[in-house]
């Protein structure tokens, strides 16, 4: 009972500082994520701990499904934020990223997990596919403003359509991964499957049930005559029912729900893009976001402090992970981008500030659980230090950065 009781006291003390400590650390080289790990961190290095660390080598299937839930969270908090039309033109440093930096990247991951750790083709390009997509959890401080905010200028904006969007067009190259080493171990061909269900029917129909679907749950939303619209209820939730409802539909006719959720708040965004209600929504799911963002967080904390994440760590580990970061997600962003009409300290932000984080996680979780990877362990430990890598050194730096990416702005 005494233990249960110091749990819940833990837990309303993260609920206040989800929503204190944002602002306290405006203006500080710190981000909310680093403040959590190190709360986890604390709880398992005090006697009272409450907590046992969740080592997701251990508990995979509740990694899968925790950090499943707050991404979905996330990029339907994504895409009600983006005031942007859809257009080719609009969203060219989107599609920049999405269809030439994060190949990129998935395949120089994927050397390095070859070449470095030693991995098979089918764990290297699992490492690859998990480390490529940017996070739109962790992604808040370089992301664009609430809707209607103005705080939408082309650094912010390709940060945040691409964590929303690369989610989504990840998951070929996991089930491709999945379906290489599923093929060496029954000798069966698996191009033709992996190209006709993986690649195009999954992606059609996550994009085309997340528009769809946005579409009817906008006309729903915000026209149906005497005043009976889901506005009229000011009620915020109705975000979360929308998330679940384009994500679980889309997986229900096997298609890629991540896709769905971002789709449906840009099509719901399109029904009406003026109505004050977005504001709600917007509000009520990047405060769900921030909670189990910070909840789990907490957790990895705990796990990482325990030392048994960790135990494998090695300088092949370490070196991967610096190559990643400040070399292989960098180059295929700047090449990504070459002809982009934006200064080259504009392309240079959007290039370094790939940030890693619980999406990784959950690819990862996901993929182990279908097929059976060589070097499971190395590929945790990698991810794990990786997203830690990545939450300390863009949460030091984004900051100053973006504060003097701001005034460059305003100068001009």
């Known amino acids: 009972m005494q233990s249960y009781a110091l749990l819940l006291a833990v837990f309303g003390a993260i609920v206040l500082l989800t929503a204190w400590l944002p602002m306290l650390l405006k203006r500080l080289p710190l981000s909310l994520p680093m403040v959590c790990i190190g709360i986890g961190v604390l709880l398992v290095w005090s006697s009272f701990s409450p907590l046992v660390g969740v080592n997701p080598l251990e508990n995979r299937i509740l990694t899968e499904r925790l950090t499943e839930f707050v991404v979905i969270v996330a990029l339907m908090g994504a895409g009600l934020k983006l005031d942007r039309v859809v257009s080719w033109r609009g969203w060219e440093s989107s599609w920049r990223l999405l269809s030439i930096a994060m190949p990129l990247t998935i395949a120089g991951i994927a050397f390095l997990g070859w070449s470095i750790l030693g991995l098979g083709i089918g764990a290297a390009l699992l490492l690859g596919a998990v480390l490529a997509p940017t996070d739109p959890v962790l992604a808040s401080d370089i992301q664009v403003g609430p809707p209607q905010s103005g705080k939408e200028d082309e650094v912010r904006f390709a940060l945040t359509s691409e964590a929303g969007l690369n989610d989504g067009a990840a998951f070929p190259f996991v089930y491709l991964a999945i379906a290489i080493v599923l093929s060496n171990a029954s000798g069966e061909p698996f191009f033709t499957h992996w190209l006709v269900v993986d690649v195009l029917w999954k992606i059609a129909a996550g994009v085309g049930i997340g528009w769809l679907g946005g579409k009817v749950m906008g006309y729903v939303t915000f026209r149906l005559p005497k005043r009976s619209g889901l506005s009229e209820t000011r009620d915020g939730f109705v975000a979360l029912g929308i998330t679940c409802l384009a994500y679980g539909s889309t997986e229900f006719l096997h298609g890629y729900g991540f896709l769905a959720v971002f789709v449906a708040a840009l099509a719901l965004r399109s029904v009406e893009r003026q109505h004050e209600y977005h504001e709600s929504l917007h509000d009520f799911a990047e405060q769900i976001e921030r909670l189990l963002m910070m909840v789990l967080l907490v957790c990895f904390g705990a796990a990482i402090a325990e030392g048994s994440i960790f135990g494998a760590l090695s300088w092949q580990v370490i070196v991967t992970t610096a190559l990643i970061l400040f070399v292989?997600?960098?180059?295929?962003?700047?090449?990504?981008?070459?002809?982009?009409?934006?200064?080259?300290?504009?392309?240079?932000?959007?290039?370094?500030?790939?940030?890693?984080?619980?999406?990784?996680?959950?690819?990862?979780?996901?993929?182990?659980?279908?097929?059976?990877?060589?070097?499971?362990?190395?590929?945790?430990?990698?991810?794990?230090?990786?997203?830690?890598?990545?939450?300390?050194?863009?949460?030091?730096?984004?900051?100053?950065?973006?504060?003097?990416?701001?005034?460059?702005?305003?100068?001009?």
């Open 328 to 412: 292989v997600r960098p180059l295929a962003g700047w090449i990504g981008l070459i002809g982009f009409q934006a200064s080259s300290r504009e392309k240079a932000v959007i290039a370094f500030f790939g940030i890693r984080g619980l999406g990784s996680f959950y690819y990862l979780a996901f993929a182990l659980g279908q097929a059976e990877f060589e070097g499971a362990t190395v590929l945790w430990v990698t991810v794990c230090f990786a997203v830690l890598s990545s939450i300390v050194v863009h949460g030091v730096i984004v900051t100053p950065v973006m504060r003097k990416l701001d005034r460059g702005s305003r100068r001009r």
